[in-house]
């Protein structure tokens, strides 16, 4: 016997399947919004709204989804056997990723949440939403290493190409104390402010600067400028296929995003939604391939975990994407540290106890103290991490959680809530589908992190372009 949904004027909250109202809602309702710079409105003004078109929202999962991966992409493609089989993995993966913004979606409709965190809350209960805060945390945390990582490569190949080893003999051009000065000079001011809608437009130049890099790396192949080192065809053993797994994870993890803007569709169907992310999808994929197979050709095993490293900035081409890329980092960190930010300060909230109103006053003096050791901390692992590759590695493991767990624990929840007798064929197929999810993403979460793992303490970490001043 099927279970019908109630509306959210009779939930009862001792069912989180159904309790869209709860705690974490008042809070959003005072915090986040006020955080994202919007206001309430009065329940009797009228207001329409105009939803975004299926192409619209595509661009916005692209937006999302394309980064600083794109930059791990060619030498990954080699470690894991060359150009065809990492298509051939990366095809594979896509199709599930791409059922699972289907099944977030669906899972969206049958609650009537707007947000993943929201998803996550009202069929999972509380304490997952708490769990997925967590990992959203170390997710971005582990993002803003990232960015700052590769703005301090920036800095290196531009410096070394124009000044050489000269680099290393005067302390004002060592990468510690441009990263350091770039970063609090650029990143941290733009990281107090309440609301981050002043970086909306930022997002858009940031997509631009990367498709500058996707066309700078597709330049430099047919320039011939460079001689590559061998080229893979096939692994050197096996299990090198799975290499490229964490990099494709963290490129083209949009999950998070995809609930929101699926919720601001005109046409608000799962039928439509499939248009956007076969789109979206298709973009990334064309623009992570072509970027990862013309970098791999150009430098073969030579290749570093960073291509941009690769290149001679002394090239006017190389440069302005150098710097392009490095603008982009330095707009992308607020923006994920925001995230972090708003999902650390909901959970110290939570597990104090403290009341709205001393949520609201405050919450100014919370949000220093996050950004400050926040800041601090991602900058001091930085300095610390060599080169994006392994960081890239812990965190594309998250990104499993994100695209496969949390989404096939959801729509193995709805579908057992909607239809606890599984009589029909759709409903055993959706619990089988799910539990599929499940396991190839906890495979991949501890697979990935154990490969990490395991070259980090034996010392096989991967090999970023060498620094000549340590």
């Not at 989180?16 to 809602?25: F, T």
């Not at 070394?160 to 680099?167: A, I, K, Q």
């Amino acid at each position: 016997m099927s279970v019908q949904y109630k509306t959210k004027s009779s939930i009862s909250e001792s069912d989180p399947l159904l309790a869209n109202q709860s705690l974490e809602g008042g809070l959003q309702s005072s915090l986040t919004t006020d955080q994202y710079g919007t206001k309430d409105v009065p329940t009797n003004t009228p207001k329409v709204i105009k939803g975004s078109s299926w192409y619209g929202a595509s661009l916005l999962l692209v937006n999302a989804a394309l980064g600083a991966g794109l930059l791990n992409f060619p030498e990954v493609f080699g470690r894991a056997g060359g150009i065809v089989v990492a298509t051939c993995v990366q095809a594979v993966l896509l199709a599930f990723m791409l059922t699972s913004l289907l099944a977030l979606a669906y899972c969206s409709d049958v609650i009537g949440s707007c947000t993943y965190q929201e998803v996550i809350r009202s069929i999972c209960g509380e304490r997952t939403r708490r769990v997925c805060a967590v990992c959203i945390v170390f997710y971005t945390f582990g993002s803003s290493v990232t960015y700052l990582i590769v703005i301090g490569d920036q800095f290196d190949t531009v410096l070394r190409s124009l000044y050489g080893m000269d680099v290393c003999n005067n302390w004002y051009m060592r990468r510690e104390l441009t990263t350091i000065v770039s970063a609090i000079c650029i990143i941290l001011p733009l990281s107090f402010p309440k609301r981050i809608n002043f970086l909306q437009y930022a997002s858009s130049f940031g997509v631009v600067a990367l498709l500058y890099v996707v066309f700078l790396i597709i330049y430099e192949y047919f320039a011939g400028n460079y001689t590559p080192g061998p080229v893979k065809t096939s692994p050197t053993v096996w299990t090198d296929i799975f290499l490229v797994i964490p990099t494709i994870c963290f490129g083209y993890e949009c999950h998070v995003s995809s609930v929101p803007i699926y919720s601001c569709l005109a046409d608000r169907r799962v039928v439509n939604f499939l248009r956007t992310v076969l789109v979206a999808i298709a973009l990334c994929a064309f623009t992570y391939s072509v970027a990862a197979a013309a970098g791999y050709l150009t430098f073969g095993s030579y290749a570093t975990s960073d291509i941009l490293e690769s290149y001679d900035a002394k090239d006017t081409v190389v440069m302005v994407g150098t710097a392009a890329l490095g603008a982009k980092m330095f707009t992308n960190y607020p923006m994920v540290m925001f995230c972090g930010r708003t999902a650390i300060d909901d959970l110290y909230i939570e597990t104090r106890g403290i009341s709205r109103d001393e949520a609201v006053k405050d919450e100014r003096c919370r949000r220093i103290i996050i950004v400050i050791i926040w800041f601090s901390s991602s900058l001091t692992l930085a300095l610390v991490i060599p080169n994006i590759g392994i960081l890239i590695e812990f965190v594309g493991s998250l990104a499993a959680i994100f695209i496969f767990v949390f989404p096939g624990l959801c729509l193995l929840k709805v579908t057992l809530k909607k239809n606890p007798d599984l009589a029909g064929f759709k409903d055993k197929f959706l619990v089988l589908w799910s539990t599929f999810f499940l396991t190839i993403g906890t495979f991949i979460f501890f697979l990935v992190l154990t490969q990490a793992l395991i070259k980090d303490i034996s010392g096989k970490s991967i090999a970023g372009k060498p620094n000549p001043c340590r």
